[in-house]
């Protein structure tokens, strides 16, 4: 089917919803894509309290920060949601992209700008048998227990002490489930430290220059080979210990999901603090290519809050392209990059401005 | 394993559906994925990878990695991992020929 | 020191006690939150205003021992459970320290717990004096747990004893 549109939002996470609320109830037509079946991305999975300011939803729930975004978007008639849809690709030389819907209804969709909110995906860490069943990414382990109410095993050994590593330990014993320990490649802890103190507190050992060696099983995870690292993350010999398993967690690094930047030759560069290949962008999020912008992990691995800020900044932007930005716009967009940039600007957000200093242009 | 009880999340009440795996009838809730619904019953094995057949099952549990496909009402390399699950679905695993 | 373990040091987490003067006369609130990361609930969660108002939303919050009564309202706001209460006399040879709890089983009044210091050790006994609720924060609770006096610099956290 065809379908027609002023702005085309790939993504209904954070991001996504919250540019789409900047046109809410405006008259630009707007169509929303979202390969789940439900709008909230990962906030959806995330049951703990979050950070940043009360403007951000401090100290709300993520999966109630999820539902608080996504009203606005389902009640306004001008944006069409799309769920279960899948962007597929960009054809330039018809001007439509291309979204298939339940696997089987192909959209060919025309619009003026686009944003792409699409995310990141999960690293993997390479060791034997690493596809073994029963290891997982940690955004899995998170999807079986706070959206389905499965839990992913007995006995968990999370890999990782980055935020995400130590939140979902910290998820897993509120679900029940044992976390037998924490490893970690680096001689310290990667996350924030009062996300390590609570999973300290309960009692959760966290294991720094240690990482896995292999794994053990026939048709699922059975065990592991930990093993420690000196300063120079090498192997050191003969510390090997086995330690019995049924779930092992990656909570190893998230990249980027920017396959479609190719499909409209927008520039990109491989950053590793941004977590992968990330577009070249101006501090409107807009990308080398005029119409496409780029809000959320998408345009670098960062928070939720970073995300909704984003996007609210891209949405702002493709409105005034569009030549339809009142005022409440431009001061919603200048309090954002305000937020943005404090948020930023602590010694935890080295990495972020380092990478950005290499994508950030404003000349772009 | 069902997780069944929680302290911040509340899990409601699901509908229970049957479906088939390779003719086996199982259980699961309406709406959850294929692959979950699975694992829930003790199916973590549910693929096979293309040239050594090893074992795969859940792992990214969103669409991204492949681990999880199958053949669903037919058609094949569906991502259980995100498919919905209907009363009377029929999953089969998929064979590998190589 | 925390950085690699996970947890304070005695001479990291004195450091974020007040004298043994204001120890000694109430209920006071301790923040455990070393680090400049972007957030900020906790400068609004006090009545009193004894939690010093942020410049920006990395700075490290600041508790004015003297403002603080100990009433704990902050507890449950802070996202990180970084915040706790603590009555070093509460009854003779007995402290009360009052902490957040997101965990199954909740505990109720009269239960005995396990006390639990920073790093996980079991390290004595405790009863839950009560456990509270809050319109803001549902699921959450803060229990006010009693506990043998010489472990209030130590306890931390409880686990519920099944028996």
Known sequence: MKQICDVLIVGAGPAGLCAASIFANTDVQVIVLERDPFLGGQLLKQTHMFFGSKEQYAGTRGFEIGTLLKEPILQAKNIRIFTNTVAAGFYPEDGFLLAIENDQELHRIYFKKILLATGASEKALSFENNDLPGIFGAGAVQTLMNMYGVAPGKEVIMVGSGNIGLIVSYQLMQAGISVKCIVEAAPVIGGYFVHAAKVRRLQIPIYTQTTVRKAFGTESLEGVELISLDAHWQEIAGSERYETCDTLCLAVGLSPLSELLSHFQCETQYVPELGGSVALRNQRMQCTHKDVFIAGDVAGIEEASSAMLEGMIAGVSIAEDLGIATPSHKSIKEESTQFLQAMRSGPIGDKIRSGLRKVEDSHV | ?98 | MYKNTGYLSSQEYSSCMPDEERMNSGAVAIIECPEHIPCNPCQEACSRGAIQPFEKITDLPVIDFERCNGCGNCIAVCPGLAIYVLQKEYEPGFSLIKIPYEMLPIPQKGDRCDILSRDGSVIGQGLVERVQKYSFNLKGRVLWIKIPKELHREARNIRVVNE
């Open chain 2, 1 to 98: 394993m069902r997780i069944e009880k929680h302290p911040i999340l509340e899990f409601g009440e699901k509908k229970k559906v049957t479906f088939f795996l390779d003719g086996q009838r199982v259980t699961g809730y309406e709406g959850e994925p294929i692959a979950v619904a699975l694992f829930e019953q003790g199916f973590k094995n549910i693929s096979k990878s293309l040239v050594y057949h090893r074992p795969r099952g859940i792992f990214c549990c969103i669409g991204n990695c492949s681990s999880c496909l199958m053949k669903v009402n037919g058609v094949p390399n569906v991502r259980t991992c995100t498919k919905q699950l209907e009363e009377g679905m029929i999953v089969e695993t998929q064979k590998r020929e190589s």
